[in-house]
């Protein structure tokens, strides 16, 4: 860098005075001998702009400040150019901090000013040392009078410092800080905040947080604390953070549309950064992060926006349902529809004669009635001419919703096929034929269904049950299978609306709110270990009274480091103890055949008790089940749970799950009594977004997304999501600016395109 020819005005110095100046309320007393003789002597090009300030008005003072703010801001734009230096040109950072920060995933000075605060800590209340009680944390503020150093043990080294305010005399002491000796000067006064103990009749205050008396930036104030800062202190981060808004401030430009900002009555984007750094307090700290938070997820549903739009634009065929087979398929079902599955028709209906794909996402708790939803669709589609394809997660799942769909589609002129993994060869080969002639109409099976190689003639519906369970290659596949394919996404697992939001946010959704046959029948203990046999006596009880139902392991093999007894073991053991009741096994493992085999036998009733790992959690659908076995219930997660005991009572018959554990965690303990006191699905999956964390809750897939959220709160800030959805959608329609698509693009690009579909 060349040596700039004349001096650099001192800039922060002119900062301070205007800052003060206008703090004292514009009596030009920031300076002595006035304002415009500061700047004179400072910075003439200053001066120019506050020509007789001393001679102003009080408004015309702080309108000359205000020109005199922005010719500051103007120069250091200029001088700065632009938030997207690396950090090492940040003020006060060196090579041995600009290290620190890129390990914290800082690389430029935007994401210096980016790190936001996750709290403030009050550190506001100041005291006289007479009257701070025993642990209270204050502020307190005096003169150093002694210093001492006292070598405790070989390792053990303090410095305690005696702090005089006039009314009182405080100890400060730190342990194994040598540095601080030096840096503290006898005589001085210096404000210290931490939590003072009374021992002995003497304050002290262990490990403080201090500063020269005066700075008011570390202490006797609100103060933000930035999220883990490893190797670096709080103090540290957030003393560059201050110098460099300072700098780089005036190049914060607004996002939002001014539209948007003003009617959601946000803060320009400038001040709102500034805001959560510095708030003078907690309202001001949550208008910032309101501010920071709308922002992002508005940016968020706009990405999600524009792919709706690109999907609309793609275009697809409006298909025409022929109202009679319709209608005859509602007809013959052996039950009448709830009105919410009524509901949830028409809104498929409405979507598929549009002349744009549907994207619509069913929602209903386990045991809702999604699939007969799903075989409506089914029907519509084909009845229109186009062909319509189910995935489920699961090869048992498959070949349930195979047997189910046959029964429901008894009767009409659909010829339904499953494609599993295991259909190989000749079989294989005839489906493939069917489906690429157009003569099979609906095709039922895993992501077998997307492999290389199954064309489709004309695919108008693909079906996806019990999302949450797939990666995003498969729907990537999907895409590939047909162009403006509708897409119908069920969810068992009820995902909070806030999430659905995120996630699914260019799907329309269809919640199915009513349940069928109404659930409060399944009742849920939760036994300790010591208790298993008595639970073992009761299954002994049920199955002699001809019941039938589940006992789910967590893992397959036997691991001993995780004292896990596994399902082969147990039901090894078991199929001794109760021969008589038929005792069979399923796991992930077993051959295809052999699971069918296993299921068609529980499903007939010669197997009473199924031992089983968790393939079983999602869909299975063997309605005459009425009891449930959890070994080690604490190692699976809380929708997890509440999906394993959806497995039984689905007639409406009275039904018993225990959950055997006994958790060693807390948060293990708060997800099992939540499980034995809670039913219903949606409070069950935002108890489980409360104790997990959002991250957590959706899988890596999906992670991407949540973890660029470094503002917003999935759990709190629901209302906010809406608005800024709304927002979002509305400016989509009215066309986007080409910098807030690049701007969704740098945010969210990557993980827009990880989230497929
Ligand atoms: P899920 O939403 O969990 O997938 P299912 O579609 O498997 O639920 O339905 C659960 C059970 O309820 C099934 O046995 C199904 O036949 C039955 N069912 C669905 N809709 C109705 C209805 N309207 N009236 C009575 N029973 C219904
Ligand atoms: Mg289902």
Request: glycine share 8%.
């Amino acid at each position: 860098m060349s040596t700039p020819t004349t001096k650099e005005p001192p800039w922060e110095l002119i900062e301070k005075v205007i800052g003060l100046e206008r703090r004292k309320g514009f009596r030009d007393q920031a300076v002595i001998g006035g304002l415009e003789a500061f700047l004179e002597l400072h910075w003439p090009e200053g001066a120019a702009l506050v020509r007789g300030y001393a001679s102003m008005g009080t408004e015309e003072r702080e309108k000359a400040l205000a020109q005199l703010q922005e010719a500051l801001d103007a120069r250091k734009r200029e001088k700065f150019r632009s938030l997207a230096v690396p950090i090492e040109e940040a003020a006060g950072v060196g090579s041995k901090v600009a290290k620190l920060l890129r390990k914290l995933g800082i690389e430029t000075v935007e994401d210096l000013l980016t790190t936001f605060p996750r709290r403030l800590e009050d550190r506001s209340q100041r005291k006289a040392i007479i009257e701070v009680q025993d642990g209270e944390a204050v502020t307190v503020q005096g003169v150093v009078r002694t210093k001492s150093r006292i070598k405790v043990r070989p390792r053990l080294e303090l410095i305690k410092v005696a702090v005089d305010d006039g009314t009182g005399v405080l100890f400060a002491i730190w342990f194994n800080q040598p540095w601080i000796w030096d840096e503290i000067e006898q005589g001085k006064e210096y404000s210290f905040f931490g939590k003072v103990q009374i021992r002995f009749g003497e304050r002290q205050i262990e490990n403080p947080i201090w500063e020269l008396a005066g700075k008011d930036f570390h202490t006797g104030r609100w103060v933000p604390i930035y999220p883990s800062t490893e190797g670096l202190s709080q103090g540290t981060l957030r003393a560059i953070i201050k110098r460099n808004l300072a700098r780089f401030g005036p190049l914060i430009e607004d996002l939002l549309p001014e539209g948007v900002r003003k009617r959601q009555k946000l803060l320009p984007r400038r001040k709102a950064i500034a805001g959560i750094h510095f708030p003078e307090g907690p309202e001001a700290f949550e208008a910032a992060r309101r501010t920071l938070a709308f922002e992002e997820l508005f940016l968020l549903q706009l990405g999600l926006a524009l792919r709706k739009k690109r999907w609309h634009d793609e275009g697809g065929k409006a298909l025409r349902p022929d109202p009679e087979m319709v209608r005859r398929f509602i007809e013959g079902l052996p039950f009448s529809l709830t009105e919410s599955q009524r509901r949830a028709l028409r809104d498929i209906e409405r979507d598929l004669r549009a002349p744009y794909p549907m994207m619509r996402l069913l929602q209903g708790d386990v045991g809702s009635g999604k699939t007969v939803v799903a075989a409506g669709a089914c029907v519509m589609t084909i009845s229109a001419g186009s062909q319509a394809a189910v995935m489920a997660p699961t090869e048992i799942l498959a070949e349930q919703h195979f047997l189910v769909f046959r029964q429901l589609l008894r009767g009409l002129p659909i010829r339904v096929e499953r494609l599993l993994g295991s259909v190989r060869g000749k079989e294989r080969e005839r489906i493939l034929e069917g489906l690429s002639s157009g003569e099979v109409d609906l095709l039922i099976g895993t992501h077998a269904l997307f492999q290389e190689g199954v064309e489709f003639k004309d695919l108008g519906l693909a079906v996806i049950d019990e999302q949450h369970r797939f990666g995003v290659v498969q729907r990537e596949a999907l895409k590939k299978k047909g162009k403006g394919t509708n897409i119908l996404v069920m969810s068992a697992t009820p995902i909070p609306r806030t999430v659905a939001l995120t996630l699914y946010g260019e799907f329309s959704v269809s919640i199915l709110t009513e349940m069928p046959i109404p659930k409060k029948n399944v009742r849920t203990v939760w036994v300790s270990e010591s208790r298993r046999e008595e639970v073992y006596g009761e299954v002994e009880r049920l199955l002699r009274a001809g019941e039938k139902g589940y006992v789910i392991f967590p893992l397959v093999e036997e691991s001993e480091e995780m004292d896990l007894r596994a399902a082969t073991v147990a039901y090894e053991e078991l199929s001794k103890r109760f021969p008589w009741a038929g005792v069979g096994l399923m796991h992930g493992r077993l051959p295809p055949e052999e699971k069918r085999r296993v299921m068609e036998e529980f499903r007939q009733g010669k197997i009473r008790l199924l031992i089983s790992t968790t393939v079983v959690e999602v869909g299975v659908d063997v309605p005459d089940a009425t009891f449930l076995v959890i070994e080690h219930a604490d190692r699976f997660g809380l929708s997890q749970l509440h999906q394993l005991r959806g497995r039984i009572g689905r007639q409406g018959q009275s039904a018993v799950c225990y959950a055997i554990a006994d958790p060693s965690t807390e948060e293990a303990r708060r997800r099992l009594s939540a499980f034995r006191d809670i039913e219903d699905g949606f409070r069950i999956a935002e108890e489980d977004l409360r104790i997990r964390g959002p991250g957590d809750l959706l899988g890596t897939a999906q992670h991407g997304f949540v973890s660029r959220l470094k503002v917003a709160d999935l759990i709190r800030d629901l209302s906010l999501l809406e608005s800024a959805r709304e927002e979002a959608f509305r400016l989509a329609r009215e066309g986007v600016p080409g910098y807030l698509v690049a701007e969704v693009e740098r945010r969210f690009g990557e993980a827009l395109d990880r989230l497929g579909v």
